[in-house]
């Protein structure tokens, strides 16, 4: 027998509980987060329950449904034109007031819906009672109690959502939104003329195509118009002479005065159903707020939080990176030991091993990292540290709401730039969007940490705070040039939305930061192990090089010269004078391989590559093999590194190998400085770069993205390299 299927919607106000209820019922982990735009795009899932097939389909939040972001356009056209059989509308029980506004325009449309009051724990806390047979009255649909972060009233939920989906009763047209008479006569004759010239050329109902047209909407009336033609037209037509007439009435554009009439509606719904106690009325996020977003003490509380934040990543995950370095060590010991000497070998040990390896073990960092991050989100943090940005980034004159996915810029860029979707304006989001990969991402870090460990060892946790400053500061110089140039226009004005504090869940933090830190091991098997393979083959080809000196022989005639030495030590018994010249012999041969490795590496293909490029890296102090590597990183930053590992690594046999060789071959402290400002600013990996054209929906963003980026990084890292040589440093 087969099941029966229906489809349920999640609707609801960002932050009110959707996905974390999506992921109790279908099993799977969305990410959830507490701050606005979350789910940008909507997730499916299917369950078997109670004898159905139920397609859940997790939809982005939304305050209403008009289309003022591309989250609520999404949600939107998905409720009217794919119709699910039940919507579940999520309210947020201590916010009724705010969540039924959404809901009073999904009781518009010819949905089923069923309110789910979630965040009952909180509700209850704060003193709220809610009468929700009441509310259920009122509005004439089901109402369940949940609690989404403890799994309660899941199953009632479902059960009541699928006795919806079953019952024929038709959807009361009774329990709507009144509005004035002037406007529900407009409507109506409106909506008249639409049933007689474009009856079924579109998915909605009448009445709500009126409301829709009545308060200007551009979406519907592009499609009205696409839709029916000529007469389209003459509903276009219609409207105006509508609209014209109730302004004229009101004084006030017709979607205000609804808008009005709907929150009159919900005072009158609150009344009746919520009541507080007044005991328990303190809020405990308010009182947070004063200290955590207080005019002079939030900022610096927050520069602390995000300084902790690098802090930890660092000096916690040095521990874990020891282990893991000792355990590829080990591996790699091992192979040496076991393997008879082959191209296979040195492909598992110099390529393999030491390209994944040296990226590996920055595993831990990135986890690190990805939890404080998560759990800044999940906490309401973020949100505040938004709001307090607020005022700096009106300096580039966006709002603070850019700054979220600038902050997620610093884990990856990805997110970031998908996250910019929660902005309203078209130029906000572009204009973040290309500022955005200038926060660091975390697969540049592990450059940071080599080269600033080579160079500036003790120094080297400011060295990389001040990469990520001035990262920031590229970030919003550019954003100002970008604002007064290609993207002129002022910045919407916004209310910074503030979800109350909760306590982070475990879980949830541990979840989320697994599940990018596993995007991360997917990428170690993919895209690097790829990498390093053909990074390897690049340089370990061809084989036949003919070296402009005699390697072996020079190698011999050390060899004979201390053999002698030793042959006299050895004749007076003068086991001391022995040994060091037993060491200088080893010391002397090590320089002369080292000399044949690096021309080895010269003439390989990957040398010639690099040479070709090196023109272009030499004002940078960049040698070839930088060159090579940073080439490389266009892949995935993560790279740089590995093909550091399989460029530089020359005596593996030796601790530190990879900073010892990085300083042989004559890369100072400048030099590093100005790789590191490279890395930061230069073109973004490929995954970002299909974010951006698939955010910005165009090429020419692309392409000028990546053009951007790069110049700018040659330029800086120019500036730094050559104006540190002027003031006599190197
Ligand atoms: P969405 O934006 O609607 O998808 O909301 P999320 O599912 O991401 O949830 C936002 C936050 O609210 C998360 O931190 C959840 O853990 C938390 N949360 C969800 N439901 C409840 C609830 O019933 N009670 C409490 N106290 N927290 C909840
Ligand atoms: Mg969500």
């Not at 050390?558 to 200088?584: C, H, P």
Request: charged share 20%; net charge neutral.
């Amino acid at each position: 027998m087969h099941n029966k299927n229906i489809t349920i919607a999640l609707a609801g106000n960002p932050n009110s509980g959707k996905t974390t209820l999506f992921n109790n019922i279908t099993g799977t982990r969305q990410k959830v987060g507490n701050w606005p735009g979350v789910t940008v795009e909507k997730k499916e899932g299917i369950v078997s329950k109670h004898g159905y097939d139920l397609k859940i389909v997790d939809l982005p939040g939304t305050y209403s449904l008009t289309p003022f972001s591309v989250e609520e356009i999404i949600a939107r056209d998905y409720v009217l034109e794919e119709c699910p059989d039940v919507l579940i509308d999520i309210i947020d029980a201590s916010n009724l007031e705010r969540s039924l506004y959404l809901a009073t325009q999904l009781r518009e449309t010819d949905c089923k819906v069923i309110f789910a009051l979630n965040m009952a724990d909180v509700a209850r806390t704060r003193g709220l009672k809610i009468d929700a047979e009441k509310l259920s009255e009122l509005l004439d649909l089901p109402v369940v109690f949940t609690i989404g972060n403890k799994n309660e009233g899941i199953d009632t939920l479902l059960q009541k959502a699928i006795e919806l989906a079953e019952s024929e009763s038709e959807i009361s047209q009774k329990r709507r939104v009144k509005y004035s008479k002037d406007i529900e006569n407009s409507i109506t004759k409106l909506q008249r003329s639409i049933e007689k010239k474009i009856a079924g050329k579109l998915p909605y109902n009448s009445r709500w195509t009126a409301i829709k047209l009545l308060e200007d909407d551009r979406i519907v009336k592009e499609r009205v118009v696409q839709k029916a033609g000529d007469n389209g037209q003459d509903i276009i037509q219609e409207i105006q002479e509508l609209r014209k007439k109730l302004i004229d009435r009101f004084h006030e554009e017709p979607e205000m005065v609804m808008t009005d009439e709907r929150y009159g509606f919900i005072a009158g719904i609150i009344k009746e159903v919520l009541t507080t106690s007044q005991k328990n009325r303190i809020d405990i996020s308010r009182n947070i707020d004063l200290v955590l977003t207080h005019r002079f003490i939030g900022f610096p509380i927050f520069i602390f939080f995000i300084w902790a934040m690098f802090q930890l990543t660092f000096s916690l995950g040095a521990y874990p990176m020891d282990w893991i370095d000792m355990g590829v060590g080990g591996i790699s010991a091992l192979f040496e030991s076991f393997l008879p000497d082959s191209l296979l070998k040195d492909l598992l040990i110099n390529g393999i091993i030491a390209g994944v390896g040296s990226v590996i073990i920055f595993l831990p960092n990135i986890l690190i990292l990805f939890f404080c991050i998560a759990l800044f989100e999940d906490t309401g943090y973020m949100a505040r540290a938004a709001f307090l940005m607020d005022k700096i980034m009106h300096l580039i004159g966006l709002h603070g709401k850019s700054f979220i996915p600038m902050l997620m810029g610093f884990g990856c860029s990805v997110p970031a730039v998908i996250a910019t979707r929660t902005l309203e304006s078209e130029k906000d989001r572009i204009l973040t969007i290309l500022i955005t990969p200038f926060m660091s991402c975390s697969a540049k870090l592990p450059v940071y940490i080599i080269l600033a460990g080579t160079f500036f060892s003790a120094k080297a946790g400011t060295v990389i705070f001040a990469i990520y400053i001035f990262g920031i500061i590229a970030a919003f110089i550019s954003g100002r040039l970008f604002r007064f140039t290609l993207l002129k226009g002022a910045d919407a004005p916004f209310v910074m939305e503030l979800p109350p504090y909760r306590a982070p869940m475990l879980k949830s933090v541990l979840i989320h930061m697994w599940d990018r830190g596993k995007m991360f091991l997917k990428k170690m098997g993919g895209i690097i192990l790829i990498g390093s393979v053909v990074i390897w083959a690049l340089s370990a080809f061809p084989r036949n090089i003919q070296y402009s000196v005699d390697y072996s022989a020079e190698i011999a005639g050390v060899n004979a010269l201390y053999e002698a030495e030793i042959k006299t030590a050895a004749r007076t018994a003068d086991s001391f004078g022995m040994k060091s010249i037993e060491e200088e012999r080893e010391a002397a041969i090590s320089k002369i391989k080292l000399a044949q490795d690096a021309e080895k590496m010269e003439k390989s293909f990957m040398g010639r590559i690099g040479k070709k490029f090196a023109p272009l890296f030499a004002p940078l102090g960049i040698d070839w093999r930088g060159g090579v590597a940073l080439l490389t990183g266009f892949v995935a930053k993560e790279i740089v590194v590995s093909t550091m590992g399989i460029l530089y690594a020359a005596e593996e046999e030796e601790e530190d190998a990879l900073q010892k060789t990085i300083i042989s071959s004559g890369m100072t402290p400048l030099s590093a400085l100005s790789m590191m400002i490279f890395v930061l600013l230069y073109l973004p990996c490929i995954a970002t770069i299909a974010a951006i054209k698939h955010e910005t929906g165009s090429l020419k963003w692309m392409f000028f993205s990546i053009a951007y980026t790069t110049s700018l990084a040659w330029v800086a890292a120019f500036c730094v390299y050559q104006g540190g040589r002027l003031i006599g440093l190197n």
